[in-house]
């Protein structure tokens, strides 16, 4: 059974850092594109970064580049993302997602199977 778990949001303030922990069982971890994807209350789901092991593709939505960092933990099956700079805006819910054979370019969230439940990031002004 394909299992994923994100973890690692809370409150923090402008300008501050978190990262995110997506931990995964029950497929090949290489196998397979891992995301992370947002969503604000009124807001439609966005893609955040994606980053696939058997390719090395990843993908950062344009906002995002230059402050979040997406890696990957092969030993333990465990993709993070580094966030920086964090600004009130980057407040959602996070979500990690998995898209079977996928390519981590292709960071678009209709194309992922599998989703773990969110953690809040909350960033203040």
């Known amino acids: 059974e394909v299992q994923l778990q994100a973890s690692g949001g809370g409150l923090v303030q402008a300008g501050g850092s978190l990262r995110l922990s997506c931990a995964t069982s029950?497929?090949?971890?290489?196998?397979?594109?891992i995301g992370w994807f947002r969503q604000a209350p009124g807001k439609e789901r966005e893609a955040v970064s994606c980053i696939s092991n058997h390719d090395g593709l990843t993908y950062y939505a344009e906002s995002m580049k230059g402050r979040f960092t997406i890696s990957s933990d092969k030993a333990k099956s465990t993709v993070y993302l580094t966030m920086n700079s964090l600004k009130p805006e980057d407040t959602a819910d996070y979500y990690c997602?998995?898209?079977?054979?996928?390519?981590?370019?292709?960071?678009?969230?209709?194309?992922?199977?599998?989703w773990g439940q969110g953690t809040l990031v909350t960033v203040s002004s």
């Open positions: 997602a998995a898209q079977t054979l996928g390519s981590g370019d292709q960071c678009y969230a209709p194309l992922y199977d599998y």
């Open positions: 029950g497929f090949i971890f290489d196998d397979y594109a």
